[in-house]
T-cell receptor, first 113, second 111 residues
Framework: AQSVSQHNHHVILSEAASLELGCNYS??????LFWYVQYPGQHLQLLLK??????LVKGIKGFEAEFIKSKFSFNLRKPSVQWSDTAEYFC???????????FGAGTTVTVRA | ETGVTQTPRHLVMGMTNKKSLKCEQH?????MYWYKQSAKKPLELMFV???????ENNSVPSRFSPECPNSSHLFLHLHTLQPEDSALYLC??????????FGQGTRLTVV
């Protein structure tokens, strides 16, 4: 069964700092990869996705992620965070063989003004 | 507004009650999902339906019973729940294996 690991439970940083959140998955076949964000009191929203092609994908709000197939990783980055980036971030994976969209445990990001 | 609507938004029920959660999507998607989101725990996939057929049941207790009468509607029937079932229940839909769109969730409290 596929699984998704997010390395950090809680990240605290100051405005303008750079952010990188790790995500690894365990599945040997073809996958679609996603990062979702959940702002306080709001629903889960898509930040970015990777299906195929250029392994460096850009999403909304200045976020980007890099797919490294050999490492089974899909890390999320933002060069300079803002206070409004305070939220919970989830990595998700779905394989090409089924409809099982699996999520990581999530990382809470707190940005201090 | 995501195109996925869940009702009710909040539900308090006793352990002997029977209630149902409803999810509706107007996005024309073929897959629908139920997830459980508890504090300090990962998002747990409960059930997946693809074209009204259940494709995943993640070892969910039988006190949770899903129903998908058509590709736009998904229900979660609840009976004889336990206090530990208190959580946020999220519905999502997607087209094939593309990004999922989530509803606002139903905050369930079992007393």
């Amino acid at each position: 069964a596929q699984s998704v690991s997010q390395h950090n439970h809680h990240v605290i940083l100051s405005e303008a700092a750079s952010l990188e959140l790790g995500c690894n998955y365990s599945y040997g076949g073809t996958v679609n990869l996603f990062w979702y964000v959940q702002y306080p009191g709001q629903h889960l929203q898509l930040l970015l996705k990777y299906f195929s092609g250029d392994p460096l994908v850009k999403g909304i709000k200045g976020f980007e992620a890099e797919f490294i197939k050999s490492k089974f990783s899909f890390n999320l980055r933002k060069p300079s965070v803002q206070w409004s980036d305070t939220a919970e971030y989830f990595c998700a994976v779905i394989s090409s063989n089924d409809y099982k969209l699996s999520f990581g445990a999530g990382t809470t990001v707190t940005v201090r003004a | 507004e995501t195109g996925v609507t869940q009702t009710p938004r909040h539900l308090v029920m006793g352990m002997t009650n029977k209630k149902s959660l409803k999810c509706e999507q107007h996005l024309g998607h073929n897959a629908m999902y139920w997830y459980k989101q508890s504090a300090k725990k990962p998002l747990e996939l409960m059930f997946v339906y693809n074209f009204k057929e259940q494709t995943e049941n993640n070892s969910v207790p039988s006190r949770f019973s899903p129903e998908c009468p058509n590709s736009s509607h998904l229900f979660l029937h609840l009976h004889t729940l336990q206090p530990e079932d208190s959580a946020l229940y999220l519905c999502a839909s997607s087209q094939n294996r593309q990004e999922a769109f989530f509803g606002q969730g139903t905050r369930l409290t079992v007393v």
